[in-house]
């Protein structure tokens, strides 16, 4: 049955694709909003996978307004999937937008000792990968990547592949001594710093609870030296994005202090995401309930990278 279930996946997704192809962008987005309706209508479980943030962020919301939360968060989300695809599709396809305060990135970089650049699951977030190489320097994305997924990566389906050097977060030492080495001679590691799945991590105050962060990427900004940036990216039109850096951070690391120690500086990554939420509140996409500590993150890791891959 898995295997019947992949192979229909990826017809849909080839049928998607075809569409995309025909219609363009544009015609691929007035397909979403009766398609998206309908599934909000129909679903009880999206509503549940979303329910958690839409109380965090939304509280007091009646059900008609959770209603329109849920449905405008999906209908943004399913926007920039097919972003996603039109810019691996599309010859010449790219976005266009503002990249604030990167003067900050640039001005650390010029200081030799690397560069830590936390992301999250909002917004079009492959945008920033789309466009990091405006840094000018060779950039390393440490993240879960799998060629055989249905749902590809807008690099998985242009030609050339990605612009950035890709480390397997699934690979020896989760990536870390890979990462190490690359920020020891003076590059960027960007990191998805949103989505605990296991190992280290903190927990933090997020949109008014406790909830626990990653950490790893902190112990290795403080271990290598390398300052940390909040990158986050915003869909700001059909074409336009806005990349902001959010904070910039220094990690110090004190030997034999674990991992609690660095509860400061995720907790400055949460301030950060809860600022962009408030400007973009219908741009988050981690699609389970993200405070509860008895949610099994194998589990949603997996249903996660079912609606989009870090």
Known sequence: MTGIKKRLE??????????????????????????VLVYVSTSRAIHRRLGSYIRHRFPGAGGVTRFFHVFRLLLSFARVLVDRGWLGLKKGARLTGDFDNSELLLAELRRGRGLVLLTAHVGNWQTAL???????????????YA???????????????PSFNIIRNDGFMGGMVEATAALS????????????????????????????????AYGLAGATGAPVAVLLAAKTGRRNYCLHVWDLIEVKRERGGGYGQFAPAAARFARAVEAYLRE????????FDFWNP???????????RKYGKA
Request: net charge negative; aromatic share 14%; proline share 4%.
């Open 294 to 304: 008895a949610v099994d993150r194998g589990r949603a890791g997996k249903g996660v």
């Open 280 to 287: 973009y509140p219908w741009q988050w996409y981690n699609f």
């Open 130 to 144: 789309a466009h990091i190489d405006l840094l000018g320097i060779r950039v390393n994305s440490l993240m879960h």
């Open 185 to 216: 001679r003076g590059e960027v590691v960007t990191i998805m710093a949103d989505r605990y799945a296991g190992g280290p991590g903190v927990e933090v105050d997020f949109l008014g609870e406790k909830a626990r962060f990653p950490a790893a």
């Open 10 to 35: 990826a017809l849909g997704h080839g049928v998607f694709y075809l569409f995309l192809l025909v219609g363009g962008q544009g015609g691929a987005y007035l397909l979403l909003f009766p398609v």
């Open 147 to 161: 060629e055989d997924e249905v749902a590809k990566h807008f690099f998985d389906l242009k030609d050339g592949g």
